[in-house]
């Protein structure tokens, strides 16, 4: 409880932050036209600083304990969205590499929240590669969007994952790897 009066006082801060500079940002746009040098940075500006209000909202569901609000949405329109902001986070000398293949189905997810997931992969990716060769480390991280039929999820004999087709993102980045006493902690917050 103590821990959702805190989150729900921190997010409700931010968003006020978040909201004076939205709202600046969009000042800034009706003194600036498309094409402009200044334009697309105080776009991107507003797109990120919407994305952080979308986290605040999470942080205030998370407080409140609320249910997610999954969609149904295609992982590569998910991807396309924070591309731009996975590029800043991973710098110049990483780079991402994208690949779908073709007649993906869609998937029902919480699409924030999904955001967030792959924002987290990208900087584990980022911190792993410069984990192995130093800060200044020159790397790739690629996400791949791939169709699994139901006969290969079989295949697998999991009893956890019903049979059936699927949708997968699959992250793979040249850092160092998981060193193998924390594999089983992966799915720990």
Same mark, same amino acid.
């Given at each position: 409880?103590?821990?959702? *009066? +805190?989150?729900r006082?921190?997010?409700?801060?931010?968003?006020?932050?978040?909201?004076? =500079?939205?709202?600046?940002?969009?000042?800034?746009?009706?003194?600036? @036209?498309p094409?402009?040098?200044?334009?697309?940075?105080?776009? *991107?500006?507003?797109? /990120? #600083?919407?994305?952080a209000a #979308?986290?605040?909202?999470?942080?205030?569901?998370?407080?409140?304990?609320?249910?997610?609000?999954?969609?149904?949405? *295609?992982?590569?329109?998910?991807?396309?969205?924070? #591309?731009?902001?996975?590029?800043?986070?991973?710098?110049?000398?990483?780079? +991402?590499?994208?690949?779908h293949?073709?007649?993906?189905?869609?998937?029902?997810?919480?699409?924030?929240? +999904?955001?967030?997931?792959v924002? /987290?992969?990208?900087? /584990?990716?980022?911190?792993?590669?410069?984990?192995?060769?130093?800060?200044?480390a020159?790397?790739? +991280?690629?996400?791949?969007?791939r169709?699994?039929?139901?006969?290969?999820?079989?295949?697998?004999?999991?009893?956890? =994952?019903?049979?059936?087709?699927? @949708?997968?993102?699959?992250?793979?980045?040249?850092?160092?790897?998981?060193?193998?006493? /924390?594999?089983?902690?992966?799915?720990?917050?």
């Amino acid at each position: 409880q103590a821990v959702g *009066q +805190l989150a729900r006082g921190v997010a409700h801060d931010f968003n006020n932050v978040l909201t004076a =500079i939205i709202g600046y940002c969009d000042l800034m746009l009706l003194r600036h @036209t498309p094409g402009d040098s200044d334009y697309d940075d105080i776009q *991107q500006i507003k797109a /990120n #600083s919407n994305r952080a209000a #979308s986290l605040t909202r999470q942080l205030l569901a998370f407080s409140r304990q609320q249910t997610l609000q999954p969609e149904v949405i *295609q992982l590569p329109d998910v991807i396309s969205e924070v #591309s731009q902001l996975l590029k800043r986070l991973l710098g110049a000398r990483i780079t +991402l590499k994208t690949h779908h293949d073709r007649d993906l189905g869609p998937v029902r997810a919480d699409p924030r929240q +999904l955001e967030q997931v792959v924002i /987290n992969l990208a900087v /584990n990716a980022r911190d792993a590669i410069q984990a192995r060769a130093g800060e200044h480390a020159s790397g790739t +991280l690629s996400f791949i969007t791939r169709r699994v039929a139901a006969r290969d999820v079989r295949r697998t004999g999991s009893e956890i =994952i019903p049979a059936g087709d699927y @949708t997968v993102l699959i992250a793979e980045d040249t850092g160092g790897g998981i060193p193998p006493d /924390n594999l089983p902690k992966i799915f720990e917050p």
